[in-house]
């Protein structure tokens, strides 16, 4: 009796500690992966009423219930659902992805830049240099590039979380050199992801020479590339190769939220 006890709390035991898990194998062009769908990692951050992360001398965004011929769209002042009006910016506030269309006079959407949302990606920290008052993400930055790599997932240092409730106005936060995006541009990368709020130069009388190299503005333009800005990858996230999700809101617009979901490779 006391031996089918031992045996029993044994069995109870393992099941209260067992994992599930989610593996699949992702064929791409030149390899195989393996990767756990049930180990996402989101690095996105998301929109909030009144808070968050913000840029570009806007203000914060406003998510407000409804009121309309004596509706009123909130539960607790009596309405019968909660119904909010949300009023924001996608370059401003949270993490967004932005398209081609952005610089562009005709009209090009992120919600058709995107044919597949799997890529190999390779994370990387980098510490900016000084450059005059400017602090600069050069070529040297990324000698490690691994190949097969299609999105570059990039964590500028220091790495504190007050970069999830910054805002960035008039603070000249770093930027990527012009000869860094030809590099990725050459090196066959379409997607840039980022946890600053632009990718150039807050203060370039419109240049957008970042923008511009990487997509190839005046050369063969390349409609399916994206960049993503403001995402935030905790410092437990080691960097190395993953596998990314972008999965972007569909939404008609050069920019549009978006939540990217890394997976580590197996």
């Known amino acids: 009796m006391r031996y089918q006890l031992i045996l029993f709390l044994f069995l109870l035991n393992s099941c209260h500690t067992q994992t599930t898990t989610m593996q699949t194998t992702i064929q791409l062009k030149h390899e195989k992966v393996t990767i756990d769908l049930s180990q996402p990692i989101d690095i996105s951050l998301a929109v909030q009423d009144n808070a968050g992360v913000g840029a570009w001398y806007i203000d914060q965004p406003q998510i407000k219930h409804v009121e309309v011929d004596g509706y009123v769209g909130n539960v607790k002042l009596g309405g019968s659902t909660n ?4 009023h924001f910016n996608p370059h401003s506030h949270g993490t967004h992805t932005e398209c081609i269309g952005h610089i562009t006079e005709q009209f090009y959407s992120v919600n058709k830049a995107l044919d597949k949302t799997f890529f190999k990606a390779q994370i990387f920290s980098v510490e900016p240099d000084k450059q005059g008052e400017d602090q600069v993400i050069t070529p040297q930055h990324f000698q490690d590039l691994k190949s097969g790599v299609e999105a570059i997932i990039i964590r500028t240092l220091p790495n504190g979380e007050q970069k999830n409730s910054k805002n960035y106005s008039n603070t000249n936060p770093p930027y990527i050199l012009e000869e860094t995006m030809i590099r990725f541009r050459e090196s066959g990368i379409k ?7 632009s990718v150039d130069k807050e203060k ?16 063969d333009q390349r409609l399916d590339a994206t960049i993503t800005e403001f995402i935030y990858v905790p410092d437990t996230v080691g960097d ?5 999700d972008l999965q972007v809101a569909p939404l008609e617009n050069d920019a549009a939220p978006s939540r990217p979901i890394l997976y580590k490779i197996l």
């Open 204 to 219: 370039d009388n419109g240049a957008l020479l970042a923008h511009k190299a990487f997509w190839d503005f005046n050369g």
């Open 191 to 197: 997607h840039i992801l980022i946890d600053l709020p």
């Open 83 to 86: 119904f909010n009006n949300v």
């Open 240 to 244: 190395g190769l993953y596998m990314i």
